[in-house]
């Protein structure tokens, strides 16, 4: 609170994050603090963040506060960033952030080679992306996934079907 204080005067805002675990600070914090429920947000560190800014309110502070929650940050501060990532090629975003892909496991090269503008490598996963008008010609010889992913370097799948 004092180190707020006393740089009131040289800022014009203070965002306050309720506190999480993560993996830099990990065995520091479940040494020394309880954490809630959930498992990575420590206890009472919200209710810290509302005591600030009700301290500052009884001094008459024109300092803006904001106090961001855990969840807030996890629902949309995450969601709205997974927007921001690039995508392979032939993948459709959701409005979550996710990605949908259409994909073949089987002739990848073969397949590539007879329709390039139409699929893509996927080295990482093993598989040819395809696009949609490409699966339908394909849905009686192949069969074809339909994963929903994140967009990031481990592309974490959320869903996978197949759609024949």
């Given amino acids: ?7 009131e005067k040289d ?21 020394n603090y309880k954490l809630k429920k959930d498992g990575y947000v420590i206890s009472n560190s919200k ?12 001094r008459n502070s024109k300092l803006k506060v904001h106090l961001c929650t855990a969840n807030t940050k996890n629902n949309f501060q995450y969601t709205n960033r997974l927007k921001l990532h690039k995508i392979l090629s032939f993948g459709e975003k959701t409005g979550e952030g996710t990605v949908i892909y259409l994909a073949v496991s089987k002739d990848i090269k073969k397949l590539n080679k007879k329709y390039p503008k139409e699929s893509f490598i996927d080295r990482q996963k093993s598989r040819l992306i395809i696009s949609e008008r490409l699966a339908k010609k394909l849905l009686d010889k192949y ?8 967009p990031t370097y481990d592309r974490i799948e959320t869903e996978k079907e197949y759609i024949n």
């Fill in 1 to 7: 609170m004092s180190f707020i204080t006393d740089i």
């Fill in 11 to 31: 800022i014009g805002f203070v965002n306050l994050n309720e506190f999480e675990i993560g993996e830099s600070n990990f065995d520091y914090i479940t040494r």
């Fill in 47 to 58: 209710e810290a963040g509302i005591w600030v800014i009700k301290e500052l309110e009884k």
């Fill in 143 to 150: 069969k074809i996934e339909r994963t929903e992913e994140f």
